[in-house]
């Protein structure tokens, strides 16, 4: 089951606005191994590969591939026609097209590479999506997918369930760390994607958001969906509650978020 409705996530990414928030969270405040790293040295492309990103957001990966050289067709896919806009406008020398993770428009056998990062725990049918994966995968192709593990940001949720113990408003707030980790990770997640292609490779990046004043932690949270579906006077209560509760945790110093990865690679 996705984190959230499929109205919801329209809703939250009908433009880059509050995953650009996220992603400049991450570029900043981050220490540790980076994500995108990992996912070269998995992927060990040649630069030939014919490659589908799915769920692509703004674009940022394929625009990294071509600037990077890659020489094959690099297609990056969304849902969202915003996305898919914003995305073609930044990367013209990527292609970019809209469409649903479980109804692929291409051909069987198209794809080298197809890549899923941070966008399974979204989608509603997650193995009717898989399907889709591999049947776009030519013979031997690779599926690699990124999410994030049971855990993740634990430090944040903590301070999220603690600075609005209780209140009814904030339920679904403080239930959102766990939709995450039962929507597509370690766990459940692997054990679809096994389903649909057999044998699985799994790795685990281990990082962290380190903030010394409590405002970046608070523009990350007031960007996800939960926070944008509360009405402004409850979202300004909650503001106010989990600034607070920042503050309190970067007084002495840093407050240190871990993240935790976990990169899932499989083979048709
Ligand atoms: C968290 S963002 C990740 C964006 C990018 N892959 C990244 O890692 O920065 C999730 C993206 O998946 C897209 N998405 C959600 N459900 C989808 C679906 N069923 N089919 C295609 N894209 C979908 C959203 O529109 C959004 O752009």
């Known amino acids: 089951m996705s984190s959230y409705s ?22 900043r405040y981050s220490v540790g191994p980076g994500l ?19 769920g692509t957001g703004p674009g940022d990966f394929p625009g990294r591939l071509r600037a990077g050289g890659h020489r ?6 969304d849902f969202s026609a915003g996305m898919v806009e914003r995305a073609s406008a930044e990367y013209p020398d990527a292609e970019f097209q809209q469409g649903d993770a479980a109804a ?23 193995a009717a999506a898989l399907a889709e ?36 408003r904030f339920a679904d707030l403080r239930g959102s760390r766990q939709s995450f980790a039962t929507a597509f990770s370690e ?7 096994k389903q649909a292609f057999g044998d699985v490779g ?18 990350y949270l007031n960007s996800i969906p939960v926070m944008q579906q509360l009405s402004d006077l409850d979202r300004e209560d909650a503001l106010s509650a989990l600034l607070r509760t920042f503050k309190a945790r970067t007084q002495g110093g840093e407050w240190r978020v871990s993240k935790r990865v976990v990169f899932i690679s499989a083979q048709r």
């Not at 499929?6 to 570029?27: F, G, K, S």
């Not at 094959?72 to 896919?77: L, Q, S």
């Not at 766990?187 to 994607?193: A, I, L, W």
């Open 187 to 193: 766990t459940g997640g692997v054990d679809q994607v």
């Open 36 to 54: 995108e790293g990992t996912v070269d040295r998995l992927l060990a492309l040649s630069g030939d590969e014919d490659l589908l990103d799915v």
């Open 104 to 126: 692929l428009p291409f051909p069987d056998a198209t794809f080298d590479v197809v890549t899923a990062r941070h966008m399974l725990y979204h989608v509603s049918d997650v």
């Open 72 to 77: 094959g067709r690099i297609v990056g896919m």
């Open 133 to 168: 994966f591999k049947r776009v995968l030519k013979p031997g192709g690779r599926f690699l997918a990124v999410t994030n593990a049971s855990g993740y940001m634990a430090e944040l949720w903590d301070a999220v369930a603690e600075a609005l113990p209780g209140d009814p």
């Open 6 to 27: 499929p109205a919801e996530v329209a809703a939250q990414y009908a433009t880059e606005r509050h995953l650009r928030t996220r992603i400049q969270t991450h570029e």
């Open 202 to 219: 799994i790795e685990f990046l281990e990082s962290a958001l380190v903030f010394s004043e409590p405002e970046p932690a608070l523009a």
